[in-house]
T-cell receptor, first 114, second 114 residues
Framework: EAGVTQSPTHLIKTRGQQATLRCSPI?????VYWYQQALGLGLQFLLW???????NRGNFPPRFSGRQFPNYSSELNVNALELEDSALYLC?????????????FGSGTQLSVL | AQKVTQAQTEISVVEKEDVTLDCVYE???????LFWYKQPPSGELVFLIR??????QNEISGRYSWNFQKSTSSFNFTITASQVVDSAVYFC???????????FGTGTSLTVIP
């Protein structure tokens, strides 16, 4: 069974550009989470999607947005890129919503903003 | 304020030594879940354990053991007879009753020296 897949693996952009990151959850998983992992800051919660709806959002500016498609895959968009957006972006999925669910993570997209 | 604190940023041990990774959490919920995840160099976080707030029984899984103490809000992780393959970043996480937001600590980077 395929795990959580993310694309691209690496992405290089310049300041002011837009970045689009993609995530395919494990088959049957309806919840998708996005996290930002910047150096020394651990995982910072960005967004949670479930059944096509945005259910929760972390403390990030509106230029971080996303969506979940009918097949439960998800896209994270970052507009007007800033240097401090350089980080590893991790996507995770879970079988169901609920605070007890364990998360299955992808290998991430390394975004570099120059 | 950090909901999950992992005070140890980096730890180095020699192979076969025991090592304990500390995790202190903060919540006002009576129902919550605690997790440990391992992030090897490949980047993909791997689930290790989940514990709910009503189950303070310690758990052992092979060389891994977890000590949950509500009185000190701690959920520590011990690796016995460490091996080189244990080298990774370990994250402790907290899930509260609302919002499906998983709070991660900043991680502890463990290096096991052969």
């Amino acid at each position: 069974e395929a795990g959580v897949t993310q694309s691209p693996t690496h992405l290089i952009k310049t300041r002011g550009q837009q970045a689009t990151l993609r995530c395919s959850p494990i088959s049957g998983h309806t919840s998708v989470y996005w996290y930002q992992q910047a150096l020394g800051l651990g995982l910072q919660f960005l967004l949670w999607y479930d059944e096509g709806e945005e259910r929760n959002r972390g403390n990030f500016p509106p230029r971080f947005s996303g969506r979940q498609f009918p097949n439960y895959s998800s896209e994270l968009n970052v507009n007007a890129l800033e240097l401090e957006d350089s980080a590893l972006y991790l996507c995770a999925s879970s079988l169901d919503r609920g605070q007890s669910e364990k998360l299955f993570f992808g290998s991430g997209t390394q975004l570099s903003v120059l | 304020a950090q909901k999950v604190t992992q005070a140890q940023t980096e730890i180095s041990v020699v192979e076969k030594e025991d090592v304990t990774l500390d995790c202190v959490y903060e919540t006002r919920d009576t129902t919550y879940y605690l997790f440990w995840y391992k992030q090897p160099p490949s980047g993909e976080l791997v689930f290790l354990i989940r514990r709910n707030s009503f189950d303070e029984q310690n758990e052992i899984s092979g060389r891994y053991s977890w000590n949950f103490q509500k009185s000190t809000s701690s959920f520590n992780f011990t690796i016995t007879a460490s091996q080189v393959v244990d080298s990774a970043v370990y994250f402790c996480a907290l899930s509260e009753n609302t919002g499906n937001q998983f709070y991660f600590g900043t991680g502890t980077s463990l290096t096991v020296i052969p």
